[in-house]
Structure formats: structure tokens, C-alpha cells
């Protein structure tokens, strides 16, 4: 059973920029949630993805947008990018039917200058 | 809106004993309720589960109890190791009502001593 994974792992960018981090599910589970960690908090819930749809948002702008594709892999996409943009961000992957129990991946730490 | 807080770190133990991390919630619905580890250098990983009041989740010697009339979900272990040492965060997840989001407290880290 292949875990979900991330990539990539480290990233610098400049403000203003734009991002794009990818995930892949772990076998088996239809449905991608992405959170951003800031150093020392709890994750905070971005969206999840369901059959290649948004199901759910959180607090996040416009700005940061999503895909899933027919493998259930997934990305993420932030425009525009802010310094407070700096971050762990994670992929969890789960299915629909037990969505509270979800399998993160180790994450992509963006740093925004 | 839904909500999850914890007592904060760091917690320093030493190696056998008792360990307690408080967590309370807040939620307009039937959560379920769950705790996560996050090692050194690794992913978070579910650590145990709660479905439903009075449920007691338990996993590596851990455990914690739905209690619904005090709205807390306290993670105990009795004699912790070196390599319990983690970054502990208790969460909720609302499925009926927001789509099994899962919403964290903010971690409470936990050193152990030999």
C-alpha cells in the first residue's frame, strides 16, 4: 500500500509569485483535503477535493485554488503569493464514507521573501 | 464556529509516567473526535478515534474518552517511553454538517526523559 506523498519538499519563492504543490492519494481513497500548518499552530483546513470537485472551503482567499484529477492525485495552486503565505502545507487523503480519519502526507514547506 | 482547544506545551516527563493532554470543543453538531501525533521529521499520523458520547478510543497504549457533557476528549497514557515523544493534536470532524473537514487545536508537544 503506497502512502500519500508530496512534492515537492521544499520550495523558496519570491512575493507575488505563483505556487504549485502536488499530491498523491494514498490506493484506494477518493477524496484529497489540503491544510496550512504555520510554525507551532494546528493545521488550518484549506478545501477538499471529492470526484475531481471542491467539497468544502475554509477560510482561504480566491487566490488559493485546487485540482484532483481522475487518479485522485491532486494541487494546489496559490497566485499571488504573501509573505504570511510561509508554510507547512499537507495532503491528506481519506474516503468520502470515513473522512474524519485521514492519512497525511509529509508536506511542502513554502518560504515566501 | 466548530472549535478545538488544548492545554499548552511543552510537557516535559519523564520516562514511565502518567500523562494527561486536556482537550475541549466546541460544535454545533455530532462530532467526531480524534487525536493525531506528529513525530519528529514525519507526517501526521491518526493516532485514535471517537464516534460517538461515551466512546473510548485507544491505540498504542494511548486512550481518551468522549465525554460529551463536559465536551472534552483527554488523551492519557500511563507510562510513557522516550519514543512517545511527538507533537500531540486533538481534532473534530463534523461530517454530517461540513464534509469530514477536520479541525485542530493548536498541538501540545510532549518531551520525554530517560
Known amino acids: 500500500e503506497t502512502g500519500v506523498t508530496q512534492s515537492p519538499t521544499h520550495l523558496i519563492k519570491t512575493r507575488g509569485q505563483q505556487v504549485t504543490l502536488r499530491c498523491s492519494s494514498q490506493?484506494?481513497?477518493?477524496?484529497v483535503s489540503w491544510y496550512q500548518q504555520a510554525l507551532g499552530q494546528g493545521p488550518q483546513f484549506i478545501f477538499q477535493y471529492y470526484r475531481e470537485e471542491e467539497n468544502g472551503r475554509g477560510n482561504f482567499p480566491p487566490r488559493f485554488s485546487g485540482l484532483q484529477f481522475p487518479n485522485y492525485s491532486s494541487e494546489l495552486n496559490v497566485n499571488a503569493l504573501e509573505l504570511d503565505d510561509s508554510a507547512l502545507y499537507l495532503c491528506?487523503?481519506?474516503?468520502?464514507?470515513?473522512?474524519?480519519?485521514?492519512?497525511f502526507g509529509p508536506g511542502t514547506r513554502l518560504t515566501v521573501t | 464556529g466548530d472549535s478545538v482547544t488544548q492545554m499548552e506545551g511543552p510537557v516535559t516527563l519523564s520516562e514511565e509516567a502518567f500523562l494527561t493532554i486536556n482537550c475541549t470543543y466546541t460544535?454545533?453538531?455530532?462530532?467526531?473526535l480524534f487525536w493525531y501525533v506528529q513525530y519528529p521529521g514525519e507526517g501526521l499520523q491518526l493516532l485514535l478515534k471517537?464516534?460517538?458520547?461515551?466512546d473510548k478510543g485507544s491505540n498504542k497504549g494511548f486512550e481518551a474518552t468522549y465525554r460529551k457533557e463536559t465536551t472534552s476528549f483527554h488523551l492519557e497514557k500511563g507510562s510513557v517511553q522516550v519514543s512517545d515523544s511527538a507533537v500531540y493534536f486533538c481534532?473534530?470532524?463534523?461530517?454530517?454538517?461540513?464534509?469530514?473537514?477536520?479541525?485542530f487545536g493548536q498541538g501540545t508537544e510532549l518531551s520525554v526523559k530517560p
Open positions: 460544535a454545533t453538531g455530532y462530532p467526531s
Open positions: 490506493s484506494g481513497h477518493n477524496t
Open positions: 491528506a487523503s481519506s474516503n468520502r464514507d470515513r473522512a474524519g480519519e485521514q492519512y
Open positions: 481534532a473534530l470532524s463534523d461530517s454530517k454538517n461540513q464534509g469530514g473537514k477536520l479541525i
Open positions: 471517537a464516534t460517538k458520547a461515551d
